[in-house]
T-cell receptor, first 111, second 111 residues
Framework: QKEVEQNSGPLSVPEGAIASLNCTYS??????FFWYRQYSGKSPELIMS????GDKEDGRFTAQLNKASQYVSLLIRDSQPSDSATYLC???????????FGTGTQLKVEL | SQTIHQWPATLVQPVGSPLSLECTVEGTSNPNLYWYRQAAGRGLQLLFY??????ISSEVPQNLSASRPQDRQFILSSKKLLLSDSGFYLC??????????FGSGTRLTVV
């Protein structure tokens, strides 16, 4: 079982719609969760972090964490073509300090 | 503010040649430093991490080595490159468990 799993996509959504990106993790003791955005040919950029159960909102982005289900998601409201990128879920496992990444979900926002 | 510098941006090297990639961080002290590799179409693989000067942990047996001669300098090296060393090399830093900040990356092609 992979430590962090994501659907590779591509996930296609129309402009203005809500994009929903999902991630599951295997280490129940994990405490820190992150979402990165990576444009083609560029390095990953941190867009959201979440540490406790529930929702965390930042502009058009909402991160959701459910530790009981070992599930973290990212919602992008009013999706724009500029949101087209690969979104990487990352987790710091319990007792560790090294970020473990999923393989990413490719998002395409279509006009 | 903290910044991370990584160079060169692109590199084409023949098989069997040596490699040295450098990463420096500004605006923070005693950061944790990391080297990741991202092969084409694949996820981020942690290669090395360092919690202090001279302290290097290797995650994956390979043809590469790392050194940290100064607090904010991290170097990735190889004595003889292999074709399989091609990829996108990313340096990152963190303080505590607040997510990593990545450099702009080096795209290495071994020919």
């Amino acid at each position: 079982q992979k430590e962090v799993e994501q659907n590779s996509g591509p996930l296609s959504v129309p402009e203005g719609a809500i994009a929903s990106l999902n991630c599951t993790y295997s280490d129940r003791g994990s405490q820190s969760f992150f979402w990165y955005r990576q444009y083609s040919g560029k390095s990953p950029e941190l867009i959201m972090s979440i540490y406790s159960n529930g929702d965390k909102e930042d502009g058009r982005f909402t991160a959701q964490l459910n530790k009981a289900s070992q599930y973290v998601s990212l919602l992008i409201r009013d999706s724009q073509p500029s949101d087209s990128a690969t979104y990487l879920c990352a987790v710091i496992p319990g007792g560790g300090n090294k970020l473990t990444f999923g393989t990413g979900t490719q998002l395409k926002v279509e006009l | 503010s903290q910044t991370i510098h990584q160079w060169p941006a692109t590199l084409v090297q023949p098989v069997g040649s040596p490699l040295s990639l450098e990463c420096t961080v500004e605006g923070t002290s005693n950061p944790n430093l990391y080297w990741y590799r991202q092969a084409a179409g694949r996820g981020l693989q942690l290669l090395f991490y360092s919690v202090g000067i001279g302290q290097i942990s290797s995650e994956v047996p390979q043809n590469l080595s790392a050194s940290r001669p100064q607090d904010r300098q991290f170097i990735l090296s190889s004595k003889k490159l292999l074709l399989s060393d091609s990829g996108f090399y990313l340096c990152a830093w963190s303080v505590n468990d607040r997510g990593y900040t990545f450099g702009s990356g080096t795209r290495l092609t071994v020919v």
